[in-house]
Nanobody, 122 residues
Framework: QVQLVESGGGLAQAGGSLKLSCAAS????????KAWFRQAPGLEREFVAA????????YYADSVKGRFTISRDNAKNTVYLRMNSLKPEDTAVYYC???????????????WGQGTQVTVSS
């Protein structure tokens, strides 16, 4: 199994930036596809971005395309989400997730982190 721990959340101003990290506690976790989801109060959890196990393939939700960048450093068992040009509507709890395949991680992740709060003020 893969255990995931998010960090880097906090408060940012509109137009600002934050960088989230997702550390895997198991070395073999670096071989899984990874993704970021987010959930705002009263809303369903939504997909944000995904990256293949080797970092070659990425996919983004239309709402964050061009602003957010997902990347990974398998040597450190860590996945990142660089969030630029933040908007108030980006406010949510952000969750790291993992699955066996790139396809599955976008829609049906098996493993989830506990989440980290991101708040963007205007």
């Amino acid at each position: 199994q893969v255990q995931l721990v998010e960090s880097g959340g906090g408060l940012a101003q509109a137009g600002g930036s934050l960088k989230l990290s997702c550390a895997a506690s198991v070395r073999t976790g670096s071989m899984y596809a990874k993704a970021w989801f987010r959930q705002a109060p009263g809303l369903e959890r939504e997909f944000v971005a995904a990256v293949s196990w080797d970092g070659v393939t990425t996919y983004y939700a239309d709402s964050v395309k061009g602003r957010f960048t997902i990347s990974r450093d398998n040597a450190k068992n860590t996945v990142y989400l660089r969030m630029n040009s933040l908007k108030p509507e980006d406010t949510a709890v952000y969750y790291c997730a993992a699955a066996l395949t790139f396809h599955a991680v976008k829609s049906g992740p098996v493993w989830w982190g506990q989440g980290t709060q991101v708040t963007v003020s205007s």
